[in-house]
C-alpha cells in the first residue's frame, strides 16, 4: 500500500491485491485467531449498512481485536462535529477507523487528520472493499483474474463501478461497462483503468449497449440503479435504466459457466430480475460471506503488517 489509509482502489497495486486475496483464502480456512488482540477499530458510518458493517465488526472480533460502532445519529459528522476533530479525537481511541460517508472528501479530510489508518466503507466516489472481496470471489470461482472479462451492466458511475474498474484493470481483467447515455464510468476513471490495463494486459470496453458488454463475458455484475444519496431520483432512473435490467435472456449470451454478481442489496424486478438472482449461476451470498475473508485480510495487513 502507499500509504496508511485505504480510501480508494489506487492506493493499492496489484501485488498488494494479489496478497490480500492470498491471506483471506487463508483466514477464511482458519477461522478465528489472535492476530489484532488488544486492537480497536471504530466504524464511523453516515449511511446505512447491513454486510459492511457486520463484516467489518465479525472480522475484528474473529482476529481477537474489539469494534465500536457510532451510527449517523451519534457523531453528526460535520455538523456536530468537525470532520478534522473527530478524526482527531477517535484516533485517541482506537487503532484504525472505517467510515461510510456520503461525500468522498470527507474521509479524505478524516484520513489526513487522523493519526490511525482510515478504510473506506463506501462514499459516493468508491467502495474499494466491495471490490477487494469481489476478486476473491471471482477468483475462488474461476481459478484465476487476467485475461477474464467482466461485464458491468448499469450505472457506471456509481461506487461500485469506480471501485470494479479499477481493480479489475489493475489485475489484468477485461472490463465491459453498459450504461445509458449520462451514467458511464467518467473518462477521468476511464482513462486511470486503462493506464492500468495497458501495463496488466486487460482491455477495457465502454458502450451502451448490454448485449455487446455481455457476449462471451466470464462474469456479469450489476448494482442498483439509485444509490444510497440518490432517493429523490430514483423513479426517473426507473426509466433511463428500463433496458439494462439483466434478465435470463441477457445471461444467455454470456460465456458458459459465467457467474451473476451483485454487491448487494438487491431490488427484484428492476436491475435484476428474481429468477437470474436466485439461479444456479448467482454467487451473491458467496460474495456476502466473503465480505468477512477479505474485511479480515485487509485489517490484518493495515493493522498487523501481515503479507
Ligand atoms: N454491499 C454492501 O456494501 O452492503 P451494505 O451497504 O449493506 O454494507
Ligand atoms: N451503489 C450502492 C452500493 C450499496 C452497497 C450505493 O451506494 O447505495
Known sequence: MSGKDLLSIADLEAQDISSLIQDAIRMKAEGWSSLLGGKGLAL???????????????????????????????????????????????????????????????????????????????????????????????????????????????????????????????????????????????????????????????????????????????????????SMGQEAEAKPRRQVFRHYQVTAKLMSLAETGAIFMHCLPAHRGWEVTGDVLESPQSVVFDQAENRLHMQKSLLAMMLAGYH
Open 44 to 226: 464511523l458510518f453516515e449511511k446505512p449498512s447491513l454486510r459492511t458493517r457486520v463484516s467489518l465488526e465479525m472480522a475484528m472480533r474473529q482476529l481477537g481485536g474489539e469494534t465500536i460502532y457510532l451510527s449517523p445519529a451519534e457523531v453528526g459528522l460535520g455538523e456536530r462535529e468537525s470532520v478534522p476533530d473527530v478524526a482527531r479525537v477517535l484516533s485517541r481511541y482506537v487503532d484504525i477507523i472505517a467510515a461510510r460517508t456520503f461525500s468522498h472528501q470527507s474521509i479524505t479530510t478524516l484520513a489526513r487528520y487522523a493519526t490511525v489508518p482510515v478504510i473506506n466503507a463506501l462514499t459516493d466516489l468508491e467502495h474499494p472493499c466491495q471490490a477487494l472481496s469481489d476478486l476473491l470471489t471471482i477468483y475462488e470461482k474461476k481459478g484465476s483474474l487476467a485475461g477474464l472479462s467482466l461485464a458491468f451492466i448499469g450505472d457506471g458511475s456509481n461506487n461500485v463501478a469506480r471501485s470494479l474498474i479499477l481493480a479489475s484493470s489493475l489485475m489484468g481483467m477485461n472490463f465491459r461497462v453498459a450504461s445509458p447515455a449520462g451514467y458511464g464510468v467518467s473518462r477521468e476513471v476511464l482513462e486511470m483503468a486503462q493506464g492500468y490495463a495497458s501495463l496488466s494486459g486487460g482491455k477495457i470496453v465502454s458502450t451502451d449497449d448490454p448485449r455487446l458488454a455481455i457476449e462471451g463475458a466470464d462474469v456479469i455484475y450489476t448494482d442498483v440503479w439509485a
